[in-house]
């Protein structure tokens, strides 16, 4: 038997309903703050994520599913959503449309690296992009929108962590710094670690090896060494999460592992997770479009893992799975009325109802157990001495209520069931 590919799940009907009130509670939140749906294909060229995200980073180097296509072009499913964003708002000028674009999506992205829980090979994102100004007012309503829509869903156990990366200016002069501290630690550190220290040095306070965090432990930080401006844009971000009654802490050590940020960093972490306990995270890449070959434009967006906020969902008991249900089903009494049942149903699903029958000659009593199953809000009974004189019943599934309409009162039937 073939089966699924390692690190990949089917997402099936039961685990749907899920998923659609995620989506429903997402699509409204961006609504609510004006930002915009966007799409984009699920590959592009490699070098649109080597250039974009960094050729350092672990994304880059280890994870990406990359190949060639027949005319030889290095493609790569997309592992992240940020540089194909950029990369559209790039090719079709949408600074020429406005000024500020605040954009946001949801879709499926890539990434081969070990399945754990929470962490899959193919995942999917929402996230957001606010492309166009350096305000903070925006780097905290990124954070805000993301932290809502966490609270919305029930989740209760979570901690918003945020750290300023500041300019790439004053980033290079602290690495040095770092570097130097350093120096005469590199063989204390991990394999992964020594390799950092010469490619992306910052990285290594991201490092889970127990050694590692010991070294890095009396390691200088980055916001000892930020300039004013990067501060002051730091100090706005918090005055205004303050405001808006956002809870979190400053976390010196949160450097986020793509190469693109500067300023505004942040995660939201849950502790209903394991080990993946990061539900979201971004930040703020005033560089990125111009490195990708746009016009010098400020950015700032997030993105979250839907998987593992539907786990963390799910450990915490956010909420009561939503409760699929059909308006009518529609039951069978005589084996010759299967045409003239199926003529009922494609008349109430042409008003907009959602309508079942039976497709398997069952049993009256198997189709009523059928009709529970469906949750249906009512059942319409066609045949037996009712339908020999033109009528048909319609039961409420909800109370027992039952009631006689002639063949021709479709439109009362109608009324009955929607109440309108």
Known sequence: MIKAITGTKDILPLDIPRWKLLESVVQKKMGSYNYKEIRTPVFEETALFARGIGEATDIVSKEMYTFLDKGGTSLTLRPEMTASVVRSFIEHSLSAKQSLNKLFYVAPMFR??????????????????AIGSKAPQLDAEIIIIAYQILNELGL???????????????????????????????????????????????????????????????????????DDD????????????????????????????????????????????????????????????????????PGVGFAAGMERILLACENERAFEDPVE?????????????????????LYFRQQGLAVEIDYMQRSVKAQMREANKLNSSFVLFGGGDEYKEGKLQLKNMSDGEQQLFGLDEKQSILHKITGK
Request: proline residues 3%; glycine residues 6%; aromatic residues 8%.
């Open 230 to 297: 990067s501060l002051a844009h730091f100090e706005e971000v918090k005055k205004i999460l303050t405001i808006a009654g956002i809870p979190f802490e400053e976390d010196a050590a949160l450097v986020r592992g793509l190469d693109y940020y500067t300023n505004t960093t942040f995660e939201i972490v849950s502790g209903s997770v394991g080990s993946q306990s990061a539900l979201c995270g971004g930040g703020r890449y005033d560089l990125l479009i111009e490195q990708l070959g746009g016009k010098p434009t």
């Open 156 to 226: 209760k156990n979570l901690s918003v962590k945020i750290n300023s990366l500041g300019v790439p200016e004053s980033r290079e002069n602290y690495k040095l710094i770092l570097k130097e501290y350093l120096s005469d630690k590199i063989t204390l550190l991990s394999e992964e670690s020594k390799k950092r220290y010469e490619t992306n040095i910052l990285r290594i306070f991201d490092s889970k090896e127990e050694n590692d965090k010991q070294v890095m432990k009396n390691a200088p930080l980055l916001i000892d060494h930020l």
């Open 325 to 345: 249900k059909i308006d009518l089903y529609i039951a069978r009494i005589d084996e010759n009325l299967t045409d003239n049942v199926y003529e009922l149903a």
């Open 112 to 129: 081969q690296e070990r399945p754990q829980a929470g962490r899959f090979r193919q995942f999917h994102q929402f996230g957001a992009e």
